[in-house]
């Protein structure tokens, strides 16, 4: 069964620090797909990035930037010279995918309240 | 655009009164998917549908039913609320292939008394 495993469940950092947000994930399958979600104080569900099993090159993307290891089963998500918008709850999250259908098994990790500090 | 909407985005209910969440996507997705999110626990799937006519269950499907006669229309029903399904309801879509992430509607909370 999959899982996925976000074990710091609150961060607080003062503003201008870098923060990583750890994500580990369990899955039997060899295809699958990792996402980060954003979700701020508003409440609505914004998706970060997408990265497929195969591709474990990291990506940088303005002030953010994931590293995904398959050795250690790990897809983090890190924050350089944070600011108060970054205030959100993060989630990461697994999918695995049945090929040939559009039957879909997303699972989400428990997600990460992050407090950026002014 | 108006991307994924739900309505209502608050409701209240009593033990045992009916509703039906709306949800309805304008990108043409075939893939539409139903999720409750609860304090500590992520969002957990309640049931999904793959196309027209076509729907499965979920995780956490009892206590729930879902019809698919339009690829926009995807609606979540409660035939008789519980104040177990208390909770932030999001409905989601996406493309079947290629594959790509889920766009999720802004949300509806609610509350059973």
Known sequence: AQKVTQAQTEISVVEKEDVTLDCVYETRDTTYYLFWYKQPPSGELVFLIRRNSFD????????????????????????????VVDSAVYFCALSERQHNSGNEKLTFGTGTRLTIIP | NA?????????????????????????????????????????????????????????????????????????LRLLSAAPSQTSVYFCASRRLAPYNEQFFGPGTRLTVL
């Open chain 1, 56 to 83: 474990e090159q990291n990506e940088i993307s303005g002030r953010y930037s994931w590293n995904f290891q398959k050795s250690t089963s790990s897809f983090n998500f890190t924050i350089t010279a944070s600011q």
């Open chain 2, 3 to 75: 991307g994924v909407t739900q309505t209502p985005k608050f409701q209240v209910l009593k033990t045992g009164q009916s509703m039906t969440l709306q949800c309805a996507q304008d990108m043409n997705h075939e893939y539409m998917s139903w999720y409750r999110q609860d304090p500590g626990m992520g969002l957990r799937l309640i049931h999904y549908s793959v196309g027209a006519g076509i729907t499965d269950q979920g995780e956490v499907p009892n206590g729930y039913n879902v019809s698919r006669s339009t690829t926009e229309d995807f609606p």
